[in-house]
């Protein structure tokens, strides 16, 4: 058996802590037993098992490090004073057993895991059913370990008996790299935030129609004349290099390339299969540049193919995202050859389109043998698509979709888009001119209105919280909701605000996908007891390099619930 060890200055003296009794996990476990006791770590605490899987192996030398130097000490005060007792021995050894080392990392794996900490010290057990569990598992072990408010040299673990799994299996950052480029130091940065919160889907939004950054090797006329530059492309090594990275933190990578329409940048290539990207945008698109792939020609058809292909084949996920939302009518109807053959086939444009789509999933499923994921559009605007498809929402309710028999991603605009409330970003917009310079019933842009944002306001953590994933939906309806993802959408997005548009809010979707909107009592969880301990990650996060935003003045931590809406002796939970 292999070892990970670091020896420490820490102190074998079995001294009454000043840590409180509980500290803030996040995501809250499923099931939690507190012993009221902390162990101090021995100078020669080991994470050890794990050996016949690399990464798990990897990870128990990661979280090792980490503990040692994070050496974390909680910001946020704690609600309720309780001092921990201390445990009778000191904690030498969290030992990890994995039933299925060589399990797939594919949507459904087993995330579960068991974590013992013994109220007397020894050894800490850490059990789960795949490698992947194990790294969650982990992660909650590095979060129940904080530095004796009293001897900051000395790490104590809280004692505990947790079991914990997801209450869905897709938890995701659905993340665009089209609209502005990302160096892939920040993709690796943000897929190691995920794993902090135990998300475990990066959904690869990787072209728009504003540049084509993926290259392509059936088509590498589209990122040497799409890309905003020869630097700014995803090649294989690139590729290579974020899919690795994910896998060793349990996280799996959905490509996504948009279609038909978000593909005007194609023109830069192919001028033929698009129609319309040398129009003004604005009646022909939802954001410039327009431009849509033609329906009906054959070469456009088989580069569409062709590119499918080869990312299904790059990607080893059994999901493909195929796109599919915003298609602009309008735009079709430039081309004359679109126009007379749907009078000559009796149908509109938008079936047309459902045509197209169809044919696509179908590609994808009987082709491929991938599971097709499509943005909510061709079934919202009228269309079908086969039951195995699954649907992402950002419009409609989750319930209009699995009635019909879909499985559903949760992405709901006005909860999960991460750019909503940031002002519009085209130029040369006379809306934000105000005549008085004050309110007026006229001015309803500037005044209570979206400020050019469309989806404002900007969605909070709070916001996040509160979205209940089963509203509405019975237990026996013939889809599911499989979990959702926030969606960093990047038009006003890039390296620079990358960490504190996603972080630590995001942390909130993460606890909602992985713990449940209710406990395991059918309980509602609440924003309250949400509260303290998003509060505290956003610092802890920033102590492991996130360089997440603040969500209140640092007094607000340090004087619990002062900063209220209600004064708390008042107000409900």
């Known amino acids: 058996m292999k070892f990970t060890s670091l020896t420490v200055l820490s102190s074998l003296l079995l001294a009454a802590t000043t840590a409180q009794a509980k500290t803030w996990l996040l995501p809250i476990p499923q099931s939690v037993e507190w012993t009221g006791h902390a162990a101090p770590l021995s100078h020669r605490f080991t994470i050890r098992g794990g050996d016949n899987n690399k990464h798990v192996r990897k990870a128990a030398k990661r979280y090792t490090d980490l503990i040692f130097k994070e050496r974390w000490v909680k910001v946020q005060v704690d609600y309720e004073k309780e001092t921990l007792e201390p445990s009778k021995g000191a904690l030498t050894s969290l030992d990890i057993s994995v039933d299925d080392p060589k399990a797939v990392l594919d949507y459904g794996v087993d995330e579960s895991y068991s974590l013992e900490i013994p109220q007397q010290g020894g050894r800490a057990t850490l059990s789960a059913p795949t490698w992947v569990g194990a790294l969650r598992g982990l992660e909650t072990f590095s979060q129940l370990v904080e530095a004796d408010q009293g001897n900051k040299k000395k790490l104590i673990a809280h004692t505990v008996s947790i079991t914990d799994a997801p209450s869905y299996p897709h938890r995701g950052v659905s993340f665009d790299t089209s609209r502005n480029f990302f160096p892939v130091e920040d993709i690796l940065r943000t897929l190691d935030a995920m794993s902090y919160n135990k998300m475990n889907v990066l959904h690869w939004h990787a072209t728009d129609a504003q540049s084509w950054p993926l290259e392509s090797k059936s088509h590498p006329e589209l990122s040497i004349k799409g890309a905003y530059s020869a630097k700014e492309v995803y090649g294989p090594k690139q590729v290579k290099q974020v899919l690795a990275h994910a896998e060793s933190l349990g996280i799996r990578v959905v490509l996504e390339i948009d279609m038909p329409a978000h593909t005007g940048i194609i023109a830069e290539a192919y001028p033929d299969y698009i129609i319309g990207y040398h129009e003004f945008w604005a009646k022909y698109a939802p954001e410039p540049p327009s431009g849509q792939i033609d329906l009906l020609n054959e070469d456009a058809w088989q580069m569409v193919k062709d590119l499918v292909k080869e990312g299904t084949e790059t990607f080893p996920d059994s999901f493909y995202h195929t796109g599919g939302d915003e298609i602009n009518v309008a735009g079709y109807e430039l081309d004359e050859d679109i126009v007379n053959y749907t009078k000559e086939h009796n149908m509109t444009t938008y079936e047309l389109w459902f045509d197209w789509t169809n044919k696509l999933v179908d590609y994808v499923t009987n082709d491929l043998k991938k599971r097709p994921i499509v943005w909510e559009d061709p079934i919202r605007d009228g269309g079908s698509l086969p039951e195995n498809v699954v649907v992402q929402v ?180």
């Open 394 to 573: 950002w419009t409609a309710p989750p319930q209009n979709y699995t009635s019909k028999g879909h499985d559903v991603i949760v992405s709901t605009s006005d909860y999960f888009y991460l750019d909503c409330g940031n002002g519009g970003w085209v130029g040369n917009d006379p809306r934000y001119i105000s005549p008085t310079q004050q309110a007026t019933p006229e001015d309803t842009f500037n005044y209570g209105g979206n400020g050019g944002s469309w989806c404002a306001p900007y969605h909070t953590w709070q916001r996040m919280y509160t979205f209940d994933p089963t509203y509405d939906i019975p237990e026996d309806s013939p889809g599911k909701i499989i979990g959702g993802e926030v969606c960093m959408w990047n038009e006003q997005g890039g390296p620079t605000v990358l960490d504190s548009k996603l972080w630590p809010r995001s942390g909130a979707a993460a606890e909602l996908w992985w713990s449940g909107g209710y406990d395991k009592e059918g309980q509602r969880r609440t924003v309250r007891q949400l509260q303290p301990r998003i509060l505290d990650w956003n610092y802890r996060l920033l102590s492991r390099g996130i360089a997440a935003q603040p969500l209140q003045p640092l007094w607000c931590l340090r004087h619990p619930e002062r900063c209220d809406l209600e004064d708390p002796a008042e107000a409900k939970n």
